[in-house]
């Protein structure tokens, strides 16, 4: 039966009116709030609106809109119609948009009026893009998102097959490739279930705060989705996540779950601890950390300055969600990233398949119900093999307590003397050093054209990046680990390079002009 009722919103939206929830609240911003029978009614005309205009089941929609209902009604609306989402990042630059997009073979956008701009700068580089959707246009002749959507007939939720597409989904996991990342419909519902309701036992009428952008697997999924799923209540944020902003959210929403990455996390702890104020995080049930990897040095300083136990979750967007999730506690070694969740099968690896034992390092594999249907690259092509496992790129060593302890991404590693080097080892090296906040590693050509660790390091408050704290870090490396993985050269940097999910953007560490300064044996 390839044509029964499995599209997405019929879980989210209709399902929960059907169980008597349509007044409760689904979604929030700022003051404003939409109830699930609101919701269902906006996500219905916007797929309405675009149906009038042509857009068609399994056709491309980009999105790219800051984090407001109207984003989120956006999204539903073009899946509920079987077209396919495409949410983009309102912080990305022309030329990435265009990449994407055009990878993508979007036919429409729907765009905020403050993006507009950014769209219209690449449209001459979209050859299959027909329409252009805004909410609040400032440009004449632009069609106008609210007056289509209250003009428009409400679309009821499209028959689909569980494994159509509904998502496509860019990841910043692919440092050299561009490569979209397809979900169905039946793969988000089980990651919403497993999420929401086998980990978190999230329950109707409960509020949650996901910090993280909805064009991110991780905000998408925790911050719409998997609340929507269970009928709990979500809260949105469209400006950009200071510190200042998401205290006053937190204490004017008061969620009972908190979800953000580990950017944020340090964001928070680095200023509440500097202003000497309380925690914004008293009243938070479970406090969740992903999207990026969590320094261990971080881990008490979060818990210090926030005052919560911080669960630490590994995910990738080829599942859709955490995939490994856990408290860290003082006692666990680097790269805690606790146990599998219900309904993944993890396993780590060797490099001809065979799993290794306990403590031996390697690439972790995983299989699950949410995996997605394959890559966009720009044709299909499967993510997981025959068996359905997905072979990730990061390393991994189980522990003797069933612990996976990430130990770095097996496209970062590179050889020195002929001896692996992983660059997460040698950034919790330097992170363990009081001096500094957080670090980055890559792998350089010297003058001979071998290849050897730089090391991008912002320093704490209180300390100076200079010629002197650069030989200490050296020395202090060459001490923690074996010495051959000390960073030969230091450049102290304001920032290190994040995606909008906060994910370490490594790729943009390996500008040309590194190597070039390497070489002069400055860095």
Not at 210 to 228: E, I, K, M, W
Not at 469 to 484: I, N
Not at 490 to 512: H, N, Q, S, T
């Amino acid at each position: 039966m390839a044509e029964r009722h499995h599209n997405l919103t019929a879980h989210l939206l209709d399902a929960q009116l059907a169980h008597g929830r349509g007044d409760a609240i689904a979604v929030r911003e700022g003051e404003r709030a939409w109830t699930y029978r609101q919701l269902t009614d906006q996500v219905a005309r916007m797929g309405g609106a675009l149906a009038a205009l042509g857009v068609g089941r399994g056709e491309r929609v980009a999105v790219l809109m800051r984090d407001t209902l109207e984003a989120a009604a956006t999204i539903l609306g073009v899946i509920r119609i079987g077209a396919i989402a495409v949410p983009m990042s309102e912080l990305a630059r022309p030329d990435d948009l265009r990449e994407s997009l055009g990878h993508a073979g979007v036919v429409a956008a729907v765009v905020d009026g403050a993006l507009e701009p950014a769209l219209d700068a690449i449209r001459g580089h979209l050859p299959k893009l027909r329409e252009v959707v805004c909410f609040d246009p400032r440009a004449a002749g632009e069609r106008d998102a609210r007056a289509l959507c209250d003009a428009a007939t409400p679309a009821a939720a499209a028959a689909v097959a569980a494994t159509d597409e509904a998502l496509l989904l860019y990841s910043a996991g692919f440092a050299d490739e561009i490569c979209g990342v397809r979900h169905s419909h039946a793969g988000v519902v089980a990651a919403s279930a497993s999420f929401a309701g086998s980990y978190l036992g999230l329950v109707a009428g409960e509020r949650v705060f996901a910090v993280a952008r909805l064009s991110t697997a991780f905000g998408l999924g925790a911050g719409l989705l998997f609340p929507l799923l269970v009928g709990a209540e979500t809260l949105l944020l469209p400006a950009q996540p200071h510190s200042r902003v998401v205290i006053d959210a937190i204490a004017a929403f008061a969620p009972m779950y908190f979800l953000a990455t580990p950017s944020i996390y340090g964001q928070l702890a680095r200023d509440v601890a500097a202003a000497g104020v309380a925690s914004p995080l008293a009243g938070v049930r479970r406090a969740i950390a992903g999207g990026e990897g969590m320094p261990d040095k971080l881990v008490p300083r979060i818990r210090t300055a926030l005052g919560v136990a911080i669960e630490v979750g590994y995910g990738l967007t080829e599942v859709g969600q955490i995939a490994l999730a856990g408290i860290v506690g003082d006692d666990d070694r680097a790269g805690a990233c606790g146990r599998p969740l219900a309904g993944i099968e993890a396993r780590v690896v060797d490099d001809d398949g065979r799993p290794v034992g306990v403590d031996e390092i390697g690439t972790l594999q995983v299989r699950t119900p949410s995996m997605c249907i394959g890559y966009w690259t720009p044709f299909s092509t499967p993510a997981a093999d025959d068996d359905g496992w997905l072979t990730t790129r990061d390393r991994f060593l189980v522990d003797g307590r069933g612990v996976y302890h990430h130990c770095g991404r097996t496209d970062d590693l590179f050889k020195v003397g002929g001896k692996w080097v992983a660059p997460g080892e040698v950034e919790r090296a330097l992170v363990s050093h009081d001096a500094v906040w957080e670090a980055a590693v890559i792998g350089v050509d010297d003058e001979d054209g071998l290849i050897k660790p730089l090391a991008f390091v912002v320093v704490n408050v209180g300390h100076h990046g200079d010629p002197a704290l650069e030989d200490e870090l050296r020395e202090f490396v060459k001490a923690t680990l074996a010495p051959y993985k000390y960073p030969r050269w230091i450049e102290f940097v304001d920032a290190l390079p994040r995606g909008p999910g906060g994910r370490l953007l490594r790729y943009k560490l390996r500008a040309p002009r590194r190597r070039r300064r390497a070489e002069t044996g400055t860095a």
